[in-house]
């Protein structure tokens, strides 16, 4: 088998639903995205083989077949389309990562696109005649009585582990904190989709702020849990066949994960995926030089780091989704981006690691 690697990354900026993107659709927001990743890495469209993209909200019609064409991508390029929600993004990195491992491909796009803004309403019809009845959210089980909203999760997880809304919010704080500081930083992986080229939603969360926050569930607020939002981003992978005839910055994959946990804490399932990548990478969580740890609450987030044993200071260094907000099938690549920036600059390894509905838990090692 021969080793991956990521040659380019870039995304979009993340904006709130409704707010910079709220006339975008995937495809909208992938192709400006997709264009500037091959233009970064000095790669022509007609080396690309493949383009894998994560959708999670249902847009139908194979949006990563659409994103394709919209990119002038060759029509060779079919495109696959992946959805496991929160995970996707990432999954389709790994994915990407085992096409080029097993020798399918050379040269293959992975990432995520999600309009929050745009997404489908959705409907269950039903064959007896009655109207069709709209809902919200999909089911993640096949058990109405076991299967939560995300918000109940991060409650039941926080009262588990006895994470108070004092703690969440420090972290949600942290998060706004460290990306306001590095916003110049932040500039480098972002490519300017309708005029937005930094992410719009964060600000200068206080703890006055924090406490006036409307609760959602128990300890968890509307400044602890990151909001809905739209956005897309990608990386290059390449085989080290190509890798060694491309002259600029390259990270490897050194391993990816995704696993099955208990659907009633969604938040803990990271935490089996990190111990085994790390165990596949011979690495223990102290080698690390930089997490990136999805944020979709602050108390997922503590879980995790807890969970396995992250060194704070290494995790979401430049701020994470509480600070961005959650277009959820570009989540998780937009944590692989964030890494592949990192690594670039200092080089060691990095993993990026999130949580997804059903109980289900993604990570990556990337070593530069």
Not at 266 to 288: C, E, I, Y
Request: proline share 6%; glycine share 12%; aromatic share 4%.
């Amino acid at each position: 088998m021969t080793r991956s690697y990521i040659i380019a990354a870039c995304r979009s900026a993340v904006a709130p639903r409704n707010g910079a993107f709220a006339g975008c659709l995937p495809h909208e927001l992938a192709a400006p995205v997709i264009t500037d990743l091959l233009r970064r890495a000095g790669v022509e469209r007609d080396q690309v083989e493949e383009l894998v993209l994560a959708n999670a909200l249902g847009a139908g019609g194979n949006p990563a077949r659409i994103a394709a064409l919209a990119s002038d991508l060759p029509q060779s390029v079919g495109g696959l389309s992946l959805d496991r929600q929160c995970a996707g993004g990432l999954d389709a990195i790994i994915l990407g990562d085992a096409m080029i491992r097993a020798g399918l491909h050379d040269v293959v796009i992975a990432g995520g696109a999600e309009s929050y803004s745009r997404r489908p309403i959705r409907m269950h019809s039903f064959a007896d005649g009655r109207p069709p009845e709209a809902y919200e959210q999909a089911s993640f089980t096949p058990w109405p009585d076991r299967d939560p909203g995300m918000a109940e999760a991060a409650e039941a997880l926080s009262q588990r582990l006895n994470i108070s809304r004092i703690e969440q919010d420090k972290w949600a704080q942290g998060s706004h904190a460290k990306a306001r500081a590095s916003l110049p930083h932040l500039a480098a992986e972002i490519t300017p989709v309708a005029g937005l080229g930094q992410d719009s939603f964060t600000r200068d969360l206080t703890p006055r702020h924090c406490a006036r926050a409307k609760t959602v569930c128990g300890s968890i607020t509307a400044a602890n849990m990151a909001v809905a939002a739209d956005g897309a981003a990608f990386v290059l992978m390449v085989s080290e066949r190509f890798a060694r005839g491309h002259s600029g910055h390259a990270v490897a994959v050194q391993a990816g994960a995704t696993m099955g946990a208990d659907p009633l804490q969604p938040g803990l399932a990271p935490v089996p995926a990190l111990a085994k990548v790390l165990d596949q990478s011979g690495l223990k969580p102290t080698d690390l030089v930089a997490a990136e740890v999805m944020e979709a609450f602050a108390v997922q987030a503590l879980a995790c780091q807890r969970g396995v044993g992250l060194p704070e200071e290494i995790v979401n260094r430049h701020g994470g989704a509480l600070a961005r907000g959650h277009p959820i099938g570009a989540s998780g690549a937009i944590l692989a981006v964030r890494l592949f920036h990192d690594l670039g600059s200092g080089g060691g390894a990095g993993v990026a690691a999130i949580a997804a509905a059903g109980g289900l838990g993604s990570a990556l090692v990337l070593q530069a």
